[in-house]
């Protein structure tokens, strides 16, 4: 395996560095607060080809390898302090783009995977229900076959991106007494009858990410708004799971680097009994332990990457990196309040905000609990 990025990969890494910081960092603690999404930052990132990273060209895309995608999703998340604006896009780019890269017809890809990369689209992803989070599997969202349509009802919740989505991957059982082989995914467009997607459910981070309901009442589609086989739902969930579980962590990484190089600043500029506080081993413990934390996500972040680029499945992987980087996130940033004292708690430092941010890492794509469990059973435990 070679660690070192080419020319043109530290090129576009550092276009997305310049860019991000010059146009999606704007009045960001009033837009947290009002929980307000940057729909002009998400246009100008489709025209920037975020959107599109790993999308062949043949859809629009730029056709990076995963490797590539990588290092330019980890530069966007570290120059860019709108954590909830990078989860929206990772969200649609793993979750919603790539389901629909690997299962879909020519013809919704087209259509979908098109309108995403050029920013004309926001897309979802609806697996998660009122009584059904971790347990995916007891979903009671239906799909009763009609002839050559389908008819959908169920409720969807905590969805990514769901007030402002123009469509949605959406989850339902075809045939209950199969119960996993029964389930199957869906396209559904907002403007379809018996279709409601509900309002912003407010938060305590990622509040710039708008997330809410999508309710399906009724909802007749046809037959082509399949995605994938008839009872292939899970296979597709899983999949996109695995890229969800790795990659969008890749932008999380970038956040633990920013939250780092603050936290080193400080700690030398911040002076207390006659010398900077990063002298004091306590403070320095903590810097060293974030580092460290950096470097280790990092090697199992390119190394999925570069496994996946090479063909293999890393799934046992990919919950582990999920797991390792949402958890350090959250340890880096509560340890940045400490470091920043009374200025870390504070909302004009901006400290505060990205522990709050972090915190959803350790539930959304599989909590922490149901990664070890995910991980105990690749490990036969
Ligand atoms: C910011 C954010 C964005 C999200 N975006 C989406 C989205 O776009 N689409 C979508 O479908 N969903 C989304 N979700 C939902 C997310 O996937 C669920 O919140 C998550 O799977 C947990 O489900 P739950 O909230 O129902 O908690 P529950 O499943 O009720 O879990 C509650 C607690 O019990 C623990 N627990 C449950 N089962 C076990 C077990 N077997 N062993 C040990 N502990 C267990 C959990 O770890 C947790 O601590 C999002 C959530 C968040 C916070």
Request: proline share 3%.
């Amino acid at each position: 395996m070679d660690f070192t990025f080419s020319a043109e990969q530290e090129e576009l890494a550092r276009a997305v560095r310049d860019f991000a910081q010059a146009r999606l960092n704007e009045d960001l603690i009033r837009r947290d607060r009002e929980a307000a999404f940057n729909r002009e930052g998400w246009t100008a990132c489709a025209e920037m080809g975020l959107q599109g990273l790993h999308v062949p060209e043949a859809y629009g895309g730029q056709g990076q390898d995963l490797t590539t995608t990588v290092k330019v999703c980890e530069a966007l998340g570290e120059a860019c302090h709108d954590n909830g604006l990078v989860f929206s896009l990772n969200a649609q780019i793993w979750s919603v783009e790539m389901p629909i890269l690997h299962f879909g017809t020519e013809e919704q890809k087209q259509r979908y995977l098109r309108g995403m990369v050029e920013g004309r689209l926001i897309g979802a992803h609806g697996m998660s229900e009122p009584d059904s989070g971790s347990d995916a599997l007891a979903m009671r969202a239906r799909a009763v076959k009609d002839g050559d349509h389908y008819v959908l009802d169920g409720t969807k919740t905590f969805i990514t991106n769901g007030p402002v989505a123009d469509f949605a991957i959406v989850f339902a059982n075809v045939r209950p007494e199969l119960k996993a082989l029964g389930i199957t995914a869906f396209l559904i467009d907002r403007d379809m009858p018996g279709v409601s997607f509900g309002p912003k459910i407010e938060k305590m981070g990622l509040r710039t990410s708008p997330m809410g309901e999508i309710i399906l009442d009724n909802v007749r589609i046809p037959a082509t708004q399949r995605l994938a086989r008839e009872g292939a739902g899970m296979q597709l969930f899983n999949a996109s799971m695995e890229y969800e579980r790795a990659f969008i962590f890749a932008s999380h990484l970038g956040a633990m680097r920013r939250i780092y190089e603050r936290c080193r600043r400080h700690a030398r500029e911040r002076k207390q009994f006659g010398q900077s506080i990063s002298k004091f081993t306590p403070v320095a413990d903590k810097l060293i332990q974030m580092r460290m934390d950096i470097e280790l996500a990092q090697l199992l972040l390119y190394k999925i990457a570069w496994a996946k680029d090479h063909g293999q499945e890393m799934p046992m992987e990919a919950a582990m990196a999920k797991l390792f980087i949402s958890e350090a996130q959250v340890r880096a940033s509560l340890d940045a309040i400490q470091i920043f004292g009374g200025y870390g708690f504070t909302v004009e430092y901006e400290v505060e905000r990205e522990h709050r941010d972090a915190i959803g890492g350790r539930l959304y794509s599989g909590t922490s609990e149901i990664q070890r469990k995910l991980i105990g059973s690749y490990l036969g435990l």
